[in-house]
């Protein structure tokens, strides 16, 4: 009977404190998926000797999303002229928070 080819051949016994531990359990806790602790650990050690893969970027949130316009909105009020009428205020602000259309995902 021929079974899966390994992934990992090479095997190594290595020792852990449990502060180790525990912090690796952590780590492989906020990961998503959640890695087994062995894919976790090389994960850990790519990272460490810095030859990991690209990791995904996590996606924004939709409370991150507007935490970022309102920052980003309080940044462009104090840039506007001070005496710029309030609608011209609010054009200029809409303007800049939507970006040029081609960035825009909601537009052509």
């Given at each position: 009977?021929?079974?899966?080819?390994?992934?990992?051949?090479?095997?190594?016994?290595?020792?852990?404190?449990?502060?180790?531990?525990?912090?690796?359990?952590?780590?492989?806790?906020?990961?998503?998926?959640?890695?087994?602790?062995?894919?976790?650990?090389?994960?850990?050690?790519?990272?460490?000797?810095?030859?990991?893969?690209?990791?995904?970027?996590?996606?924004?949130?939709?409370?991150?999303?507007?935490?970022?316009?309102?920052?980003?909105a309080k940044?462009?009020?104090?840039a506007?002229?001070?005496?710029?009428?309030?609608?011209?205020?609010?054009?200029?602000?809409?303007?800049?928070?939507?970006?040029?259309?081609?960035?825009?995902?909601?537009?052509?």
């Amino acid at each position: 009977m021929v079974g899966r080819p390994e992934t990992h051949p090479i095997k190594k016994v290595v020792g852990f404190t449990e502060e180790m531990i525990e912090a690796v359990e952590s780590w492989r806790a906020k990961q998503r998926p959640v890695p087994n602790l062995s894919d976790a650990i090389r994960r850990l050690v790519q990272i460490g000797l810095g030859n990991a893969p690209p990791t995904r970027p996590r996606a924004s949130s939709p409370a991150n999303a507007a935490r970022a316009a309102e920052l980003a909105a309080k940044v462009i009020d104090r840039a506007i002229t001070p005496g710029t009428p309030a609608e011209e205020r609010k054009v200029r602000k809409q303007k800049i928070l939507e970006g040029p259309g081609v960035l825009r995902r909601d537009k052509p």
